[in-house]
């Protein structure tokens, strides 16, 4: 058994824009502003459909009862759904001003606790990153802000660069500018709190959604200032996140090179960021998302010049050895 690779769940946005298919040839559906790829995904409104190997037309969710053992690891619960979601975000525009619950939040709220972590593909000269609250920023000076909707002067703003990683743990206040290709690596979660969205309407033309007394029980307004981890450019190899719910690293390779995956070990995924590698007989091009199960056995071969990630921790055990 080899890699799985699935099918993307494109998502219209009022943010998005078509980068996916000039950077990527994805095909996307026509005359919509696609602003999420949905790359691996087991959620009841979203299931992620294997394209390659045997369970080629398998759910996500179909394999994960089915086949646990074999591509997760014994120990852990099948019912439960796959931990981890992965996307592409093509943020044309700027996202909106929001948070993510902390469990005990999203418990009281009926949400979803969500940490993630954003890696920067690519960025326009002017792009940024909003994360956090400017030094000694306060509660009492948030809220009026709010109410004056002046709240981008008290958010802690970065320039976005390629290669960029930032990790946007839950309680976190951020936004995306416009301007930036991101693969985001999350929880498994679908909640998001707006606390403000530049005045901006959605698809159907109405004001979008806020959830104003949810945001301001979820955000840290001790969070003042986070920086994102630089890309380290003569590395070949730099851990991004590590954290309870992944840990993510950075491969860099200028050319041939291979990578042992053994077997029992964890389940992984494979990230192309650029280039392109083989695994047996599948291949990864850029932007494409694989499994390696926690059974398999192989090897990921560079073909050219290639950047790419890869994600584990997410299963039991936690942090087992790796010969990467």
């Not at 999420?36 to 995904?41: F, K």
């Not at 009281?108 to 030094?135: D, H, I």
């Not at 995924?269 to 059974?295: C, K, Q, R, W, Y």
């Amino acid at each position: 058994m080899s890699i799985l690779k699935f099918k993307p769940i494109y998502q219209e946005r009022v943010w998005g824009g078509r980068k996916l298919e000039e950077k990527m040839g994805r095909s996307l559906p026509a005359n919509k502003t696609i602003g999420e790829s949905w790359e691996v995904v087991d959620r009841p409104e979203a299931q992620s459909i294997a394209t390659n190997g045997p369970w080629e037309g398998k759910t996500l969710r179909d394999l994960v009862k089915m086949e646990g053992d074999y591509l997760f690891g014994p120990g852990n619960d099948h019912q439960q759904p796959f931990p981890v979601l992965v996307k592409w975000l093509d943020c044309c525009e700027r996202l909106s001003l929001q948070v993510h619950p902390p469990a005990e939040a999203a418990q009281r709220f009926g949400g979803e606790p969500k940490t993630e972590n954003w890696y920067v593909a690519e960025a326009t000269a002017e792009a940024k990153l909003l994360v956090g609250l400017q030094q000694g920023v306060t509660r009492k000076d948030f809220e009026k802000a709010l109410r004056e909707e002046t709240l981008e002067a008290l958010v802690h703003r970065i320039p976005s660069r390629a290669g960029d990683s930032l990790l946007v743990r839950s309680g976190r206040l951020h936004a995306i500018d416009g301007g930036n290709l991101i693969l985001e690596i999350q929880q498994n979660s679908d909640t998001t709190y707006r606390v403000f969205d530049w005045g901006r309407v959605g698809l159907d033309g109405a004001p979008r959604d806020l959830h104003v007394e949810q945001s301001m029980s979820c955000i840290d307004f001790k969070d003042f200032e986070p920086e994102p981890i630089r890309d380290d450019i003569a590395s070949s190899e730099q851990c991004l996140a590590d954290c309870d719910e992944f840990r993510i690293r950075r491969f860099r390779f200028p050319g041939a090179r291979k990578l042992n995956f053994p077997a029992n070990e964890q389940p992984s995924l494979i990230h192309m960021i650029s280039g392109g590698a083989t695994f047996g007989n599948d291949t990864l091009t850029s932007g494409e998302t694989a499994l390696v199960p926690f059974a398999a056995e192989g090897q990921l071969e560079m073909v050219r010049p290639s950047v790419f990630l890869v994600t584990d921790g997410f299963f039991s055990p936690k942090r087992a050895p790796s010969n990467l």
